[in-house]
């Protein structure tokens, strides 16, 4: 991994420094950000055409609820899934679905084109981001299209302070200090996606409602206590604050907004675009 450039990016790495695989629980972790955001997902890529005969690649795709999808749903010919970690992809398999355990900030971390390239909160987790955009847009072949979705924080200097806010700065914050978890650059991607040759390109935001046991409190409320030293590192809560901000994300006083999911696509120029920016 090269060395970032910030001077308040941690050098850990995501699954090592925090959210360990081997976790127990990490697993339903992550699937209950999936079941926040796979439609939305899986939606935009039937709209952007993806379907029978497409050959894609699912980067960092953590316990593999979409690339099944892509399979199962879209009926894609195949899904190469890479992880660093493959245990929870390799728990289920389905017809068409390969498995790869690769870093993918590894030059030649996969060979071949892919009509998809698809990363879904990945590259906020990396320092290597703006350098990783280019490579992963090489993958794509003509006609086909890239598409990442990392986080947006939507807890700004004006909105309100509540036990949520106040945990969710420091979770950011001791993310970025402890693995360089970076969400500040996700904006920038339909312009990223712009120079890396790629074109049109667009760009969407999903923000889910936070209401008491839904999927995304759940996801929130166990990231908290599986990112809590890092959080209490920055000095900004204690334990009392995140125990707090956990009853208080479960209760209908909760009156907040999720880390939105911006999803931004483009297309690589040559044959196969279809009407709407769909393929043939």
């Known amino acids: 991994m090269e060395p970032s450039d910030d001077p308040l990016s941690g050098a850990g790495r995501y699954g090592e420094a925090v959210f360990p695989p081997g976790r127990a629980g990490e697993g339903e972790r992550i699937d209950f950000g999936a079941l926040a955001y796979d ?3 899986m939606a935009r890529l039937r709209a952007l055409g993806v379907g029978p005969g497409w050959r894609c690649l699912d980067v960092g795709a953590g316990t593999g609820t ?49 009509r998809l390239v698809h990363a879904r909160f990945v590259l906020m987790h990396l320092p290597e981001r703006d350098r990783l955009i280019p490579a992963l847009a090489d993958l794509v072949e003509p006609g086909g299209v890239l598409v990442l979705s990392d986080a947006v924080d939507l ?6 302070d509540t036990p ?18 970076d969400v500040s650059r996700v904006p920038s991607y339909p312009h990223l ?13 999903h923000v889910p ?21 890092a959080m209490l590192a920055t000095g900004l809560v204690d334990d009392t604050a ?12 909760c009156a907040a907004l999720s880390a ?10 040559g044959n196969g675009r279809g009407p709407e920016g769909g393929s043939r």
């Open 39 to 41: 439609d939305i997902t």
């Open 66 to 114: 979409v690339s099944r999808r892509l399979l199962e749903e879209a009926r894609v010919a195949s899904v190469l899934a890479v992880d660093r970690d493959v245990r929870f992809l390799g728990a289920r398999t389905v017809p068409g679905l390969d498995v790869r355990e690769a870093d993918i900030t590894a030059p030649d971390f996969v060979s071949g084109r892919f």
């Open 155 to 160: 807890t700004g200097d004006r909105m309100p």
């Open 164 to 181: 949520y806010s106040r945990v969710m700065r420091a979770m950011w914050q001791g993310l970025r200090a402890t693995i360089g978890t």
């Open 193 to 205: 996606l712009r120079e890396a040759g790629l074109g049109p390109v667009a760009a969407e935001i």
């Open 209 to 229: 409602p936070l209401l008491p046991g839904s999927p995304i409190s759940r996801f929130w409320a166990d990231t908290w206590e599986r990112s809590r030293a």
């Open 242 to 253: 995140v125990d707090e901000a956990v009853r208080y994300l479960g209760s209908e006083e």
């Open 260 to 269: 939105g999911m911006l999803t931004a696509w483009g297309r690589k120029p």
